[in-house]
């Protein structure tokens, strides 16, 4: 009898000692259904948290293969209206190119996640550097002897930006004609996107360049950092930045756009014709998100500006709705 009721009990309580193994196994397999191919393009400043943030991504989801391309922003846009590069997610280091070049042809909505600032970037082998302040910075990168660098304003936000600066600097200084004369210095030094500075500055061939703050920290550079009322970083100065703008290329060959400036506020969204759209939904989750993207991008040098104002709130994922705020 005694041998009877031992069986019974390993019969029938067996199984429910199992259940909680079951329920983490079923767990598992609904989180990783997320798959397949995520191609990536975003801003060159954005190359180092990226990679981080991918990398943590695919920790929870190893089923999903992702592709990321580093361009300027302008040519990242370019690739999906121009080329018809297939493109699951794009990330803008300027949020109105997104506006500007997607919306509404090829993207619905444009959410803003994250500041920066312009500044001036250098390395211990940088001529003048133990001279350089917030007050001389610009007669010392005027200097004869003293190599500058900048990106393409064509192809990149750094590039305008970098514009917008200088003019706000002859402004903000005084200086008649300075912004003339810092963007006609050195224009063999201009490159397509701004990371491709970093290169220049590396080898010893340019001794200052003109480049996010983010992107200094992220590779342990010198910087300078400039007045507010130049490096467009504040939103309190919008209406001081406005009053400087830069002419670039536009969708089409021939036009031309006009680029005020403004305070620098990164974008992403999510293109019409993404071939991975539920894969690319649960990454922008992921990377918008508190505790995993903007915590690694804070790390490296770019606040959160989550949830940012959008004209295109109504259009916006409901999943996704929470890290956007609609335009009054």
Same mark, same amino acid.
């Given at each position: ?31 990783? !259904? ?46 999906? *209206? ?22 509404? /042809? ?53 590039? @305008? ?13 005084? !200086? ?35 480049? @996010? ?21 504040? *939103? ?5 930045? $406005? *009053? ?9 060959? =021939?036009?031309?756009?006009? !680029? $005020? /400036?403004?305070?620098?506020?990164? =974008? ?33 040098? !770019? ?23 609609? *335009?009054?």
């Amino acid at each position: 009898m005694k041998y009877l009721l031992v069986i019974y009990l390993l019969i029938f309580l067996y199984p429910f000692n199992n259940t909680p193994v079951v329920y983490e196994s079923r767990k598992n397999t609904v989180n990783n !259904q997320v798959s397949g191919d995520l191609i990536i393009f975003h801003a060159g400043s954005l190359s180092v948290p990226m990679k981080e943030i991918a990398a943590a991504f695919r920790k929870e989801n190893p089923e999903v293969n992702i592709m990321m391309e580093a361009a300027g922003s302008v040519e990242c846009a370019r690739k999906i *209206t121009d080329l018809k590069k297939p493109c699951d997610i794009m990330a803008s280091a300027d949020y109105s190119v997104i506006d500007k070049f997607l919306i509404p /042809g090829y993207a619905d909505w444009n959410i803003r996640f994250a500041s920066n600032e312009m500044a001036i970037v250098y390395n211990e082998k940088s001529k003048r550097r133990k001279e350089i302040n917030k007050n001389n910075w610009f007669r010392i990168l005027l200097d004869k002897s003293v190599q500058i660098a900048r990106s393409d304003p064509n192809s990149d936000p750094c590039g @305008y930006r970098t514009v917008l600066v200088s003019k706000l600097a002859e402004k903000h200084y005084k !200086q008649k004609g300075l912004a003339e004369k810092l963007l006609g210095k050195d224009v063999n030094n201009i490159r397509p996107k701004e990371t491709d500075l970093l290169a220049l500055l590396e080898t010893g061939n340019v001794d200052y360049i003109f480049l @996010y703050r983010s992107v200094a920290i992220q590779h342990k550079l010198k910087y300078l950092i400039l007045p507010d009322e130049i490096n467009l970083k504040k *939103t309190e100065y919008s209406e001081l930045y $406005k *009053t400087v703008s830069v002419e670039i290329n536009g969708k089409t060959p =021939g036009e031309k756009i006009i !680029q $005020k /400036g403004e305070a620098m506020i990164y =974008g992403i969204t999510i293109p019409k014709n993404a071939p991975n759209k539920k894969a690319a939904l649960e990454f922008v989750k992921f990377m918008l998100s508190k505790d995993n993207g903007m915590r690694i991008l804070n790390k490296l040098g !770019q606040a959160s500006v989550i949830p940012g104002p959008t004209s295109s709130y109504d259009k916006i994922p409901k999943e996704l709705k929470h890290f956007a705020k609609k *335009t009054k």
